[in-house]
């Protein structure tokens, strides 16, 4: 699904909003322990983004990647935006940014995802953010994740996937490393419980 599809849904899909957790065993390595937030998901395919793999970058690189700030202006920006995480989203388009962020920024561009989160994928938010005026809670992604028709529904039947719905304080949760078993737990899972012969929920 491109992000174009995702601008035109009028409807949102049954796993909008939701997790997907990866089983142990996860055939990808793209997806290995990876939780997935899905952004769209409809009969044309799904789309979504890992919210726990580091990037190496921060939010100055990709400024000044940008030319948005010269070397000696990165001092200046605010603690807020120093502080937006970078992360890999998926291995799609790995060369474009999407900000995940809270309701209370919007622009034309802005696509609502659930009734607390948005997504931005146009520079307008990244301009906002380096001013100070950008949302309360923000995560940008570099690349996306996504599945074909039917692809997504095959993967969670052949045990690929849990799902649940998504906790909105996980996805800006900035302790990478801890999201997985954190979003196990919204399930009342145990990490060790998992096999890759498990069922899911």
């Known amino acids: 699904m491109t992000l174009s599809t995702l601008v035109d849904k009028r409807e949102r899909g049954l796993l909008d909003g939701h997790f997907l957790i990866a089983m142990p ?50 001092i200046r920006l605010p603690d807020s935006a120093l502080r937006v995480p970078i992360q890999s989203g998926g291995p799609v388009e790995t060369g474009r940014g ?23 994928a146009t520079l307008d938010i990244i301009r906002a953010i380096s001013g100070g005026h950008g949302p309360r809670k923000a995560t940008m992604l570099l690349g996306y994740a996504g599945w074909g ?3 997504l529904e095959r993967e969670i039947s052949a045990n690929g996937w849990l799902t649940c719905p998504a906790d909105e304080r996980l996805i800006f949760d900035t302790a990478l490393d801890a999201k997985y078993d954190q979003a196990l737990a919204l399930l009342g899972i145990n990490p060790a419980m998992l096999s890759r012969e498990a069922g899911h929920a």
């Open 25 to 74: 065993g996860m055939a990808d390595e793209n997806f290995a322990r990876s939780v997935v937030y899905i952004c769209a998901h409809s009969s044309e395919g799904a789309m979504g983004f890992i919210i726990n793999r580091a990037q190496r970058l921060s939010f100055t690189d990709v400024l000044l990647h940008l030319d948005m700030v010269k070397d000696d202006e990165d």
């Open 149 to 151: 028709p039917g692809q």
């Open 98 to 120: 999407f900000v995940l962020h809270s309701d209370d920024y919007t622009s034309q561009s802005s696509i609502p995802v659930s009734d607390e989160i948005s997504l931005t």
